[in-house]
């Protein structure tokens, strides 16, 4: 399960895997797009970068993820099947990158709330063990891509609020980064004029590219950072644009054109650096015609469905997928010529278990505590295991 920057659905999926030598067989079960609640939505947007409500809203608004998310995966556990494991991604508060180093990630989504709802292991805090390892912590998708289009140089190029992509197949990969924003900006400026988000991209194909305006925003410095890197909300925020722009924020269509144009030159002056032989989209940007078709100058461009993965549910899957590589003691992010592809200095299984084991194999459980100072006793093991805590 997941929610990604654009806080649009929680998108949920259910995946059976099975590995034989070393060939790993996903399933599709299916997936579901679900609403979040209408006004956790709003007070999660109300809280989301630049804004900043504090702690006590932060922490109500733990427990209320951690509450829709557990809603989602019990009626995804009733729609869809039953399930061994839950990976709850949640929703991201705030990715803190300073100079380019990540110096730390909040997810909101309280992972007890989602074992409460389906009395299930949840695995969940996925970006933190590769940010101690000194990486960007995002994004994730590098395994996935590496395992599932590494046969073929391939571009795997995912349209969420923020567009991150992954080269795989080709000689200097895979490396993986945020390229920009994909439809951060154009939700925030759909949201200015009252809409969600500017359907089928019908604003953005009746206007200009504002060539001038265009130019001031790819000089933002993060484009011309070189990968891996991160960003999000905190960055590429509802007040980015006119930050930027100030009086010279092009207005109507045009704004919109104008961002689509954005997005597709960052993404492209990515992808061109390694000469993939195809692009595999996905993500929610896959519906904005525009955008695909400017990307679609670049090479062979196919939406993640023609192989198999929806493009809507291709992040809810690789959550699975990290679900199981976890499960099994397996790093979590793909290995590039110099280390993890997110630029951390040694691998790590990712994400945190709750709870830590099965009711059922804590028993028999003590009923008297003594406390001994160090000597005599100290270092002796009862049958059930004992040990320094
Ligand atoms: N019909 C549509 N027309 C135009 N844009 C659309 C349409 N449907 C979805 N989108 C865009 O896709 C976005 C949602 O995409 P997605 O769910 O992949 O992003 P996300 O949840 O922010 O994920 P990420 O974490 O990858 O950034 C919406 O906010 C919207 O901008
Ligand atoms: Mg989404």
Redesign the pocket.
Known sequence: M????????I?VALADMYQVDDTLTLTTLGYLELPWPAAVRERLLAALPPASPGPAEWVRLHAETGEAFGAAAARALTELGPADLVVSHGQTLHHLVERGRVVGTLQLGDPARVHAHTGLPVLADLRAADIAAGGQGAPLASTLDALWLGDVPTAAV?????A?VTIVGTDDGPVTGDTGP???L??AAAADLGL??????ALAAAGRVDEAALGALLADPYFARPLPKSTGREHFHAGYVRQMLGAATPTGPDLFTTLVELSARTIADVVRRHRPRRLVV????V??PLLIQRLSRLTGLQPSDCLGLPA?AK?AYLMALIGWLSWHGLPGVARGPAGPVTGAARAAVLGSLTPPRAVADLAPAPTRLVVEAAGAGAGARSETGGGRL
């Open positions: 997941i929610s990604g920057t654009s806080v649009d659905a998108d995912n349209l969420g609020g923020i991150n994909a439809n951060c154009l939700d969600r988000c500017d359907v089928d991209g996905s993500g929610g940007g519906a904005n809507a992040e």
